[in-house]
């Protein structure tokens, strides 16, 4: 009788024992159920709410692409073939320079969805060896093409103050309003990006443009800086620096078209 009820006594502190140690677990388990539905549920509301925010950014890249696809914009490489334009001092000839700015200029446009035409794409130009049919040739062109914009990529040159002339400079016509606001956003855009200081905006009222003149299309000059100036010659030399200057000559281009803020 004694051993019954020790065994029964034995049998009843296991019993509480267990409960000690299986009822928390089983709540532990109940718990970290709900948790990791808690926690399931929450990453399908984070992968849901991305997959809407990309398909959002896709319609609007879309959208951006199709308006963008309705602009042209005519890139003009300065000087060419038989015209080497102005040189540094290490050799570097202007044509070879605006050729690789301009190039690398309408490869960032056509990423963004900009139809995009040239003057010329090599050293070799379709054009007679002299001045006068070479700036009427660029001209016919541009107002053939009937482009949105027109600009044309050159660097600039000094003799004076020992090389220290420095920066870039957007020209633009008095006779065409749309040019200057054209010629704004190119300045602004190459301030930002400081490779060199800014000149501000010339118009043809200081020196007379064959290009800004006899274009019928809003059109601009780029001086992307002096090739005279060692500074300015190390980056317009550099194909980092080329890069540099196409990005913002591609900025100041998209934003005048308005597909940039």
Not at 17 to 27: E, H, S, T
Not at 61 to 67: A, I, N, P, W
Not at 192 to 220: H, V
Not at 224 to 238: M, R
Request: charged letters at 30%; aromatic letters at 6%.
């Amino acid at each position: 009788m004694k051993r019954n009820i020790v065994q029964r006594h034995a049998i009843f502190f296991t019993l509480i024992v267990l409960c000690f140690l299986i009822v928390p677990a089983i709540r532990e388990s109940y718990a970290q159920d709900r948790m990791d539905k808690k926690e399931a549920q929450r990453q399908q509301k984070l992968m849901e709410e991305y997959q809407k925010q990309q398909k959002q950014k896709l319609a609007k890249e879309k959208q951006r692409k199709q308006k963008a696809a309705k602009f042209k914009v005519m890139l003009d490489a300065g000087h060419g073939g038989y015209d080497a334009g102005s040189e540094s001092k290490e050799g570097k000839k202007e044509k070879d320079i605006t050729l690789s700015i301009t190039l690398k200029t309408g490869e960032l446009l056509k990423q963004e969805g900009v139809q995009v035409l040239y003057t010329r794409e090599s050293d070799t130009v379709s054009w007679k060896s002299n001045n006068v049919d070479d700036l009427n040739t660029r001209s016919r062109m541009a107002n053939a093409s009937q482009a949105d914009i027109f600009v044309s990529i050159h660097t600039n040159y000094s003799d004076e103050a020992k090389d220290k002339t420095a920066g870039s400079e957007v020209w633009y016509s008095t006779r065409q309003s749309d040019s200057k606001k054209i010629a704004e956003h190119m300045e602004l855009a190459l301030r930002a990006d400081g490779y060199t200081k800014s000149r501000g905006l010339r118009d043809d009222r200081e020196a007379f443009l064959s290009l800004l003149y006899y274009n019928q299309i809003p059109s601009i000059l780029v001086e992307t800086g002096f090739i005279s100036n060692p500074k300015d010659a190390s980056i317009l030399s550099d194909a980092k620096g080329q890069e540099r200057i196409a990005q913002a000559i591609s900025t100041g281009i998209l934003k005048a078209l308005g597909l940039k803020n």
